[in-house]
Structures are given as structure tokens and as C-alpha cells.
């Protein structure tokens, strides 16, 4: 009942760290800097890009469960970022020393980047067997350790792929889209976008960290889908999000479309809710209101 948490001062990992504590695990998390308090047993400072560090941190921990959340994500930069190799090649290396050490269970965060995102079906949502030509780098990497994951699986391990599609919540980088057009409102100011005509799938931050969880506590091997499953578009978030805060202007077409953005990127969750048992505590409408909530109270 000792799990390690890596990237646990992200925007999922507390969450996730939160139900894992509460459901009696012995919570062991890794960083370059201090955790965030309460959601930790004991948390170890260090770069898991280094490899004497990774070595250290298993042996030191000895966990029996691993969930493997962090990578590159400085908003804007991590899609091409250099880096990104390098957090495949410290990803296997991290999950082949957990395993050699005894662990029995790991889940790790993949992405809807690893998805074909320019021959998506307006209305198709994306099954976990839907083809996969990542556009970016960040999207290649993450495929390419999915594809050990199955290796290892193959050879009898017992490890869950968690492909997260778009998130909202608490401590968002401000340039993403939530917290971009809520900023902008509660400012009463211009709220700039494109069109809004592209649907995604939003999911809370806090539903994304205990499924997670729930995946972990499962016996599903494999890629699942972490996602709400439903679609909205871009301007219909938008347009939530200024009901509820009552000020401001929105100005969609304000920014032009990207032509390789894709018009439909929704999930599809069946195994997520039926194989893994997940319910989630959101849906849209309560997630905008946490996020502008959280907004209204954090912004500086």
C-alpha cells in the first residue's frame, strides 16, 4: 500500500494524491521543489530527468504502486520542446527500476496529442483504438512509451495508460483557455478568442486526479481514456463562463482559427466508466464554477 507520485504538484497530481491518502495508501511523492502540504507521507526534492536521482528515489521508497504523471509542461513550449526524448528515456528507466525492485502496479499520463487529430469525423468520438499520428513531439514521445507500456504488458506486467484529453481548474497556466476568457471577465474586459466553433472535451482537474486512482486500484491493462466524454464548443465555454460572472466582453473571431486545430476533439469513455467504474464529481457547468470561483479568490 505504498504508491509513488511523480509530478504531484501539478494540476491532477494532489487530487490524485488526496484519494490515494484517503483510501490508506502510504503516499511517497518526487520534485524539484516542496509539495504542496497535507498530500504527502514523505516527499523527496530531485530531478527525475537524472538518473542517480531516479535510482535513489526507488531504492529510498521501495513503492509497490507507481503513478507516473510528470513530463514537460511549460504551457505553449512543451508540444516541441527538446526535452521531450528525454522524458520518454527517464520514463522507462524510472518503470523498469520500479519494476525490477518488486512493483506490482503502475499507471502512467499519456495524451490525446498521440491521436490523429487531422482525420477526426465532426461528431466521432475517439475509442482508445483510434488511429494514432501525433503532429507533435510531445505527442510522438508519449506514443512511443505507450507502446512499451504494451510491451511490458505482453511480458506479463500489470500497467494502465491514462490518455488525458483537455483539463480546467484550480492553479491553470493564465494563458490557457479557461482561465484566459474567465481572467479576462472578471476584469471586465475584452475577452479575445477565435471563433469558439471547435468542440473539445473539458474535464476537472479534481475528476482527471481520482480517476487516476480508480485506474490504479483496478486491474484494467492497457490505454483508457481520462475524459468527461462529452464535447462543447470553445464558445459555448465561453459563453458559460460569462453567464457566471456577469461582466465583460467576449469577442470571439477576435483571434483567427489555426488551420491544423483540430474542429472535433472529444473521447470516448466507455471503458473509463464501465470497465474502470469511475464516476465523476463534475460536469461542465459545476467545473466553470469552481474554476471562476477559484479565480475569483486567487487572482493577484
Avoid at 98 to 112: E, H
Avoid at 146 to 165: H, V
Avoid at 204 to 222: M, P
Wanted: include cysteine.
Amino acid at each position: 500500500m505504498r504508491v509513488l507520485v511523480t509530478g504531484a504538484n501539478g494540476l491532477i497530481g494532489p487530487y490524485a494524491c488526496r484519494t490515494l491518502k484517503s483510501a490508506g495508501y502510504e503516499v511517497m511523492t518526487c520534485g524539484r521543489s516542496e509539495i504542496m502540504p497535507g498530500i504527502s507521507d514523505h516527499h523527496i526534492i530531485g530531478d527525475l530527468l537524472d538518473p542517480a536521482f531516479r535510482s535513489s528515489l526507488l531504492n529510498e521508497t521501495r513503492p509497490t504502486k507507481l503513478i507516473h504523471l510528470a513530463w514537460q509542461t511549460k504551457h505553449g513550449y512543451f508540444w516541441n520542446a527538446p526535452d521531450n526524448p528525454d522524458w520518454r528515456i527517464a520514463s522507462i528507466d524510472l518503470l523498469n527500476r520500479f519494476l525490477d525492485l518488486g512493483g506490482t502496479r503502475a499507471v502512467l499520463a499519456g495524451s490525446c496529442a498521440e491521436y490523429d487529430w487531422q482525420n477526426i469525423g465532426v461528431g466521432e468520438k475517439l475509442s482508445e483504438v483510434a488511429s494514432c499520428v501525433p503532429a507533435t513531439l510531445y505527442g510522438q514521445e508519449k506514443l512511443k512509451l505507450s507502446e512499451y507500456c504494451d510491451t511490458l504488458n505482453a511480458q506479463g506486467a500489470s500497467i494502465a495508460w491514462g490518455r488525458l484529453f483537455l483539463l480546467c481548474g484550480p492553479r491553470e497556466n493564465t494563458a490557457r483557455f479557461v482561465p484566459a476568457i474567465t481572467r479576462a471577465l472578471l476584469a471586465d474586459d475584452e475577452a479575445k478568442m477565435s471563433s469558439g466553433d471547435q468542440v473539445r472535451d473539458f474535464m476537472h482537474v479534481e475528476d482527471a486526479g481520482n480517476a487516476f486512482a480508480d485506474i490504479l486500484d483496478s486491474n484494467f491493462r492497457g490505454t483508457v481514456n481520462v475524459a468527461s466524454g462529452e464535447g462543447a464548443s470553445l464558445l459555448s465555454v465561453a459563453n458559460q463562463l460569462h453567464q457566471l460572472i456577469g461582466r465583460g466582453t467576449l469577442s470571439p473571431g477576435s483571434f483567427p482559427d489555426r488551420p491544423d486545430d483540430p474542429p472535433y476533439l472529444v473521447a470516448k469513455t466507455n471503458l473509463l466508466g464501465e470497465t474502470i467504474g469511475f464516476s465523476p464529481k463534475h460536469n461542465l457547468a459545476s467545473a466553470l464554477e469552481n474554476c471562476v470561483e477559484w479565480w475569483r479568490n486567487n487572482e493577484t
